[in-house]
């Protein structure tokens, strides 16, 4: 099946310092992916859709300042936390999909950022 | 998208099948019913979606009532490996949605 592959799996960081995240779809074409977050023992939810060449879209509540992203090519989509505080501390998982699989996503492993 | 609603866990014998229920009372007739896992500090992974008639695949069957306002994801045989939040989402088929609502979904729980 398709992969999406996230990197890094976990990273920690002190507070304010900018954190980047990098989400690749390595066996197709992704025009669209999602960013998603989880905090501990709760749902995911959607923070951006990341369409190749444009704009993030966000949604609301979530700092486009904050958490920029970057889709530049068909292939590679990331997220940068910026100026990191502990709160911003959770499961960043981004997800991909693919033409013709009707609607299913593509999930990345997710990555675990610790802000000290 | 139309919400849903499922337990908030259950256990299971392993060997024996598991039975998750969804509630999706409001769907539209264009919604699809996807079920996706999330094993501990992983992504979610996709296991099964279908619209109106029963579906099987090599991890799951999907049984969804004539009315469509529920639907049922059997795993024949549990494993341990089993072991993970289950989350029925329904939503319009076809790339391109932008919020796959999530929900709290359900916690199964293989037991040995």
């Known amino acids: 099946g398709a992969v999406v592959s996230q990197h890094p799996s976990w990273v920690i960081c002190k507070s304010g310092t900018s954190v980047k995240i990098e989400c690749r779809s390595l066996?197709?074409?992704?025009?669209?992916m999602f960013w998603y977050r989880q905090f501990p023992k709760q749902s995911l939810m959607l923070m951006a859709t990341?369409?190749?060449?444009?704009?993030?879209?966000?949604e609301q509540g979530v700092e486009k300042d904050k958490f920029l992203i970057n889709h530049a090519s068909l292939t590679l989509s990331t997220l940068t936390v910026t100026s990191a505080h502990p709160e911003d501390s959770s499961f960043y998982i981004c997800s991909a999909s693919r033409q013709g699989y009707a609607g299913e996503l593509f999930f990345g492993e997710g990555s675990r950022l610790t802000v000290l | 998208d139309a919400k849903t609603t499922q337990p908030t866990s259950m256990d299971c014998a392993e060997g024996r099948a598991a039975n998750l229920p969804c509630n999706h009372s409001?769907?539209?007739?264009?919604?699809?019913v996807y079920w996706y896992r999330q094993i501990h500090s992983q992504g979610p992974q996709y296991i099964i979606h279908?619209?109106?008639n029963n579906e099987t695949n090599e991890m799951a069957s999907l049984i969804i009532t004539e009315d469509r306002k529920s639907s049922t994801l059997i795993l024949p045989h549990a494993t341990l490996r089993d072991t993970a939040v289950y989350y029925c989402?329904?939503?319009?088929?076809?790339?391109?949605?932008?919020?796959?609502?999530f929900g709290t979904g359900t916690r199964l729980t293989v037991i040995p």
């Open positions: 279908g619209l109106k």
């Open positions: 409001t769907i539209s007739g264009n919604e699809y």
């Open positions: 066996d197709f074409q992704a025009t669209t």
């Open positions: 990341s369409n190749e060449g444009s704009k993030a879209t966000y």
């Open positions: 989402i329904v939503r319009v088929g076809g790339t391109g949605a932008n919020n796959l609502f």
